[in-house]
T-cell receptor, first 114, second 117 residues
């Protein structure tokens, strides 16, 4: 079985400060890892994904994530948060060569205060 | 504009009254999927379709049906809705899993909020 844990229900950060959203996963074998963001009354939007290669992945809107195999983590980061980054963030994992099965975490709400 | 369109966006219904949530995509995507989103549980897959006439169960298929008669449409059917199906539903699509080596990026619809009384 595969699973994703997002240990924080909500993250509060002041505008301009660094933002980190935590994600740990459990999967047998090598994973594909994804981050999606959901703005109010909208569907999820893709931010970035890790397939293989460089552990630091850069994505949309200035976000990046670091794959850490030993800690089975894929934390999302942004050096300087904007108020417009306030949204619900989802981490997801898929086992390579496992076909369709994509497992989402419970989501982390980010609130960036001016 | 490339998009996934769901209808209705909001629906309040009563137990046992059959309903259909439509989903249509204009990107010629082979893969389509339905998820439900519940607080603290993230997104859970209901059904998915790898291509026309090919559908399969996800993690929480009980109480739902789907069909894929055309490539662009993937309706979700609740034959006899119950209060535990009150949720936010998302349809998503992507290119073929085979084409992207399994790391396919999903495009989501805006969601359909369903309340069953």
């Amino acid at each position: 079985a595969q699973s994703v844990a997002q240990p924080e229900d909500q993250v509060n950060v002041a505008e301009g400060n660094p933002l980190t959203v935590k994600c740990t996963y459990s999967v047998s074998g090598n994973p594909y890892l994804f981050w999606y963001v959901q703005y109010p009354n909208r569907g999820l939007q893709f931010l970035l994904k890790y397939i293989t290669g460089d552990n630091l992945v850069k994505g949309s809107y200035g976000f990046e994530a670091e794959f850490n195999k030993s800690q089975t983590s894929f934390h999302l980061k942004k050096p300087s948060a904007l108020v417009s980054d306030s949204a619900l963030y989802f981490c997801a994992v898929k086992r390579i060569a496992a076909g369709n099965k994509l497992t989402f975490g419970g989501g982390t709400r980010v609130l960036v205060k001016p | 504009e490339a998009q996934v369109t769901q209808n209705p966006r909001y629906l309040i219904t009563v137990t046992g009254k059959k309903l259909t949530v439509t989903c249509s995509q204009n990107m010629n995507h082979e893969y389509m999927s339905w998820y439900r989103q519940d607080p603290g549980l993230g997104l859970r897959q209901i059904y998915y379709s790898m291509n026309v006439e090919v559908t399969d169960k996800g993690d929480v298929p009980e109480g739902y049906k789907v069909s894929r008669k055309e490539k662009r449409n993937f309706p979700l059917i609740l034959e006899s809705p119950s209060p535990n199906q009150t949720s936010l539903y998302f349809c998503a699509s992507s290119l073929s899993l085979l084409r992207e080596g399994g790391a396919n990026v999903l495009t989501f619809g805006a969601g359909s909020r369903l309340t069953v009384l």
